[in-house]
């Protein structure tokens, strides 16, 4: 127990979130990924098109959507896959999307673009106006800005990981190329040997790294660093403990309860968190505005993380055990309460 300090910060986005639907239900549905979001304090996810089927036509995407309207608890925006095989309905799909999701390096799901024909059909095709998310990992970094500077538009690198990838952008950024990142909780609070400790529990794309690296994005979480976003990633406990377990970890109710332990630490300020999780996702998606919405936090409660406490479906954290400062309370979405102590007593809407 500790001192109740209460704080209203504005509702939040995560701009890398799978909520495995449709296809990997059994890992996390809508109902249960908005769920977790919320009691993050998230009132916006931006969720990503390696589902099953993918996000790669407009059928599959509409569907995706109609669903989301029907069951999420937050506001819901979807990606859109780019696919070798379906570049044809990227003009379509662009109207709709919130933004095209390109896979150069393989992660979960068989979405992965390996030839420079096809990204470049990608960053010629897709509007100027709607952002082009990238997870690329090392020399791919170098590709995204490349390609991004060669057709004088904008860039988003996903989960930024290394020293070299955030050196890279930085030096991209002062010559004044249109990119910009995210890093999530986990590339900021865990190493290579929290990925040993954890085993598949610490395994994901990009893997967890040095600690060299983690200090170099720290070094530039005041500057380069443009958001943190989660890719909240869920398996079941039976999927990790397979043979070639499926990499990716849970993230939506311990980024913000992190986050805001460094703040408590003095590592960033809460006006940086906010711009972090809040106004620059914002700003770099176009998401529509929120009025009367507002995430309450008591930053004086001291808690530790544990798997039985959690929304998300997959039930664990790689962070389980941690002792953090900072519980959301209540949420406030478009004047009603979609969330107060663990319960759920409105519906939100999606955009
Ligand atoms: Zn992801």
């Not at 290579?192 to 070094?219: F, H, K, N, Y």
Request: hydrophobic content about 40%; aromatic content about 4%.
């Amino acid at each position: 127990m500790a001192r109740r300090d209460t704080v209203r910060l504005p509702g939040l986005v995560d701009a890398h979130v799978h909520l495995r639907t449709p296809g990997g239900e059994h890992k996390e549905d809508v109902r249960s990924g908005t769920a977790a979001a919320l009691a993050g304090g998230f009132t916006s996810v931006l969720a990503m098109p390696n589902t099953n089927p993918p996000l790669v036509t407009q059928s599959a995407f509409h569907a995706a959507q109609d669903h989301a309207e029907r069951h999420a608890l937050c506001d819901v925006h979807h990606f859109a896959g780019a696919s070798s095989d379906h570049v044809a309905e990227l003009p379509g799909l662009a109207r709709e999307a919130i933004g095209l999701k390109v896979y150069m390096d393989q992660t979960y799901g068989p979405l992965r673009i390996g030839g420079l024909a096809t990204l470049l059909t990608c960053f010629r095709t897709w509007p100027v106006g709607k952002p082009i998310a990238v997870h690329g990992e090392g020399a791919n970094v170098a590709v995204a800005i490349g390609l991004a500077a060669a057709h004088r538009r904008a860039v988003h690198i996903c989960h930024v990981s290394r020293q070299s990838e955030i050196e890279l952008i930085a030096r991209a950024k002062a010559a004044g190329i249109a990119v910009t990142c995210e890093v999530t909780p986990h590339h900021l609070f865990l190493t290579q040997a929290d990925a040993e400790r954890l085993g598949p529990l610490g395994d994901m794309r990009p893997r967890l790294a040095t600690q060299d690296d983690v200090d170099a994005l720290w070094s530039h979480i005041h500057t380069t660093i443009d958001c943190i976003a989660t890719d909240h990633a869920p398996h079941t406990l039976f999927e990790k403990q397979e043979s070639t377990p499926p990499p990716g970890v849970p993230g939506l109710e311990t980024s913000l309860p992190l986050m805001l332990t460094a703040v408590s630490e003095g590592r960033l300020s809460t006006d940086r968190l906010i711009e972090l999780m809040h106004t620059t996702p914002r700003a770099i998606y176009g998401l529509p505005p929120q009025p009367d919405t507002w995430v309450e936090v008591d930053i004086g409660h001291t808690r530790t993380i544990e798997d039985s406490g959690l929304q998300t479906k997959c039930g664990w954290s790689p962070f389980s055990g941690w002792v953090v400062r900072g519980t959301v309370r209540r949420v406030q979405l478009r004047g009603c309460t979609v969330y107060r102590e663990g319960e759920f007593p409105g519906v939100g809407s999606v955009v």
